[in-house]
């Protein structure tokens, strides 16, 4: 740390109590109280550097021969501040440091201790100090920190916004350009070298600093300076992610709830060895709602993971509503990079029926599907560039991972019993269809949602189903769908119709591929063909007979799947009783279901047939 010397003459005062005595032997003629502390000094050396002093021992009339006794309790840094301007006055040697400089310069300044009152005096001298220290980080640091004590006369002399701008300098530059790296009063710089052979530590070279290298040095700041600080940064043009990197930072050492603590009962838990005290829930919810707004706006600079703690912890200690909802619209832009766990937030409220604040959620995706609209929207003409068909795909991956998301987040609120229908559907109903590749995922939340809640009406269950797209069902979900008697028939018969489809669709195509390698095929080619060096080529005709037994094994495993499909389609109907119960129970669409019925009957009768027609064609 900088230090000035000043002075020469030794110690020439001495403390009894509350009082501080001059050692000169001389009578003391002029008493200086401040606060609880009195000085008895004598008038010729304090009115020779001080021009108040000068004035107010002037007008002090002591035509009785009574001591002057001054007050001055309103004196910048206070009694410890004039114990040293006392000694600079008598010639005494005092340092100047950068924890005393600030002080001692606005006390200066309010003494009138300029050069009008003696050469080389205190303004002069501290100010002088002040540019020294001003060029290292740790000292400036340090010198910004004690600005909160006389901060009026510290901004009136500009001494907090040259701290500021010097700071704001050196973080916004590269550290590793400097012969020594800057060194922060909490981070310095690692010293360990490699050791040679006759045990000599190399440590000549520093090590290289990252860039959250002054994040703990500005932590130690209140929150008015530590704000100007963040401010100039950015002015000075630091990249967002470092200044939303600080704000974590300062949010994690002053707001304990961001450290997974969930409730007061742990934040008031400090790590042994801190001198931090953990501030009220008042003042913890002020640099809440301060530091939102300070986080920088771009998309993506501030981890997703961090937003929705920060949030979490807003609902804890009510926070404006506004800070709420900013919190909320910077997660909705960046949902697809949440995780599941973050976004599982308890319910806050008293008179809350669900576990986890499904609105909020809501209010999140709600906004995140606004902003996907948007971009829709601004990329529909037919005449796109590269970059915006490019563009279009990252919206595609990133609607697909929010529905993933969704669909994940419904499985684990589904089993909450006091989950309405309504807030269900209307949350799986926010994501479009086409950003589910699979229905996997909605299927088991819903299964989840009707295992949980098996009061609803068939009305409801078919409308919760309604949203869950059968066609996009994995074999492994159809296999499930089919024998789940929580579903509605309906939807039962969806799923093994559409595994029917299937079904047709791969035979098909297999026949494609077999007609395609007969009319390929060469008659004269029945043996293999010697070439020149010696190799032969591989017989078609043993080639087709290969594809034609792998065919025919599909084909039979197929006869088999469709078989089972059929036996479940019997027993669903002998557990519903009949087609005719169910349509009695239906009675305004008794008919059309009926004739869909026998519809189906037909058409699997008629994809049986047709599956052993091809198959005896394939044995021939």
Known sequence: MACMKLGCKSEAFHREGQTWHCTTGLPSDVTIEIEEMSFHLHKFPLLSRSGLLEKLIGEFSNDDGSVCVLQLHDIPGGAKAFELIAKFCYGAKIELTALNVVSLRCAAEYLQMNEDYGEGNLITQAESFLDEVFGNWTDTIKALGTCEEVLPYAEELHIVSRCINSLAMKACADPNLFNQPISGCNNMPSTTGTVLWNGISDATKPQPMNDDWWYEDVSFLGL???????????????????????????????????????????????????????????????????????????????????????????????????CRENLEKRVGAQLDQASLDDLLIPNMGYSVETLYDIDCFQRILDHFMSMEQAASTATSPCIVEEGQLMEGAHSLTSITMVANLVDAYLADVAPDVNLKFPKFQSLAAAVPDYARPLADGIYRATDIFLKAHPWLTDSEREQICGIMNCQKLSLEASTHAAQNERLPLRVIVQVLFFEQLRLRTSISGW??????????????????????????QVDPAQDRALCINDMRDRVSELEKECQSMKEEIQKLVKTKRSWNIFCRRKSKNCNSKESKHCTLKAHLSSVDGSQHHENGALDN
């Open 511 to 536: 026949f494609f591929v077999s007609d395609n390698l007969e009319s390929s095929e060469n008659p004269n080619a029945n043996l293999a063909l010697s070439k020149n060096d010696g190799s032969h």
């Open 224 to 322: 008015s300076l530590y704000k100007r600080l963040i401010q100039a940064v950015e002015l000075a043009g630091m990249n967002p992610e470092s200044i939303a990197g600080s704000l974590i930072f300062y949010a994690k050492r002053y707001l304990p709830l961001m450290n997974k603590q969930s409730s007061f009962k742990n934040a008031n838990h400090v790590k042994p060895g801190t001198n931090i005290s953990t501030p009220s829930e008042a003042d913890q919810r002020g640099l809440l709602e301060e530091i939102v707004e300070l986080l920088p706006n771009q998309k993506g600079v501030t981890e997703t993971k961090f937003l929705l703690r920060l949030l979490r912890t807003a609902m804890i200690l009510h926070a404006s509503p506004s």
